[in-house]
């Protein structure tokens, strides 16, 4: 377990490999573990230097801070990985993001494209609006406290959502919605969902990929749709079988495609073209 202090409090981070530094972000009311198996290929390649990072208010990152109304935001947690990368001595890297992780992976090659080299979202949201509607409805505080209140209604939708998801993911969610604070799981998913990135894509020139599962429903797949119309340098990957988690449903076709796209490969549909 590695960390750094900013002030935010600790920020939480696991590393693996040595070599170039990559650096993977995770989802709403998840953590770093997400990407455990990527991490070990990627390091296994023995190219790579992976870093996952817990954001704050999440997995064993720092839960409370002085300044909570904006701490669990986008802006704030990139700001969050230029501290991280400030830190650690990266000048650039290719950022990966899953969920909400990928659109502030987004907002950071926006806001801060020098220090990005490539970016991929992983079922991530251009548009806020493009969430399931109770995660749109848990960005509201009334609306959160009374599911905090009530711990087994937060249970009962979560399966709802996850019912066809594998055990596994389910699993994973369960652990790590319990490391979160009622600040951090209505802020952070409040700011994602009034988030809209569209009119700024085309400003963006940095090689970006994106990643859908066609059967996602925690957010839709047609933000494949706005990246491959806005942005300049880009590879969509829809992957026909996969949910929320492409990373866990179809790993081989997932794994093949982030390695194309490092490789600077074009893959589509999980074909070399």
């Known amino acids: 377990m590695s960390s750094i202090v900013t002030e935010q409090g600790i920020l939480h981070y696991e590393s693996i490999g040595r070599g170039q530094p990559i650096i993977l972000l995770h989802g709403w009311i998840n953590s770093w573990d997400v990407w455990r198996e990527m991490m070990i290929n990627l390091a296994n390649t023995k190219r790579y230097r992976v870093y996952a990072l817990d954001f704050w208010g999440f997995g064993d990152s720092a839960k409370a801070s002085q300044t909570q109304s904006t701490t669990f935001q986008i802006e704030s947690y990139v700001e969050m990985v230029n501290q991280f990368m400030d830190a650690l001595g990266i000048q650039r890297a290719p950022i990966f993001g899953h969920s909400m992780g990928g ?3 987004l907002q950071m090659s926006l806001t801060y494209p020098e220090r990005v080299e490539k970016v991929a979202l992983v079922g991530s949201p251009i548009i806020g609006r493009s969430l399931h509607p109770f ?3 848990a960005g509201y505080g009334s609306i ?3 599911i905090w209140r009530y711990p087994i209604m937060l249970h009962s939708i979560m399966r709802v959502l996850l019912a066809k998801d594998s055990k596994k993911v389910r699993t994973m969610i369960f652990r790590d919605v319990q490391r979160t604070t009622i600040e951090s799981f209505f802020r952070s998913i409040g700011d994602l969902r009034d988030t809209d990135l569209r009119n700024q894509l085309p400003t963006l020139d940095i090689p970006t990929l994106g990643i859908y599962g066609a059967k996602d429903k925690i957010v839709s797949p047609m ?3 706005l990246l491959k119309n806005g942005v300049k ?4 990957q829809v992957m026909n079988q996969s949910r929320h988690f492409p990373m866990t449903d179809e790993p081989e076709i997932f794994l093949k495609t982030v390695n194309g796209f490092l490789n600077n490969h074009n893959y589509s549909n999980g074909q070399v073209v």
């Open 233 to 236: 340098s880009i590879e969509i």
């Open 135 to 137: 995660l749109q409805l």
């Open 103 to 105: 659109t502030v992976a």
């Open 223 to 225: 933000n494949a749709d």
């Open 144 to 146: 959160a406290k009374l």
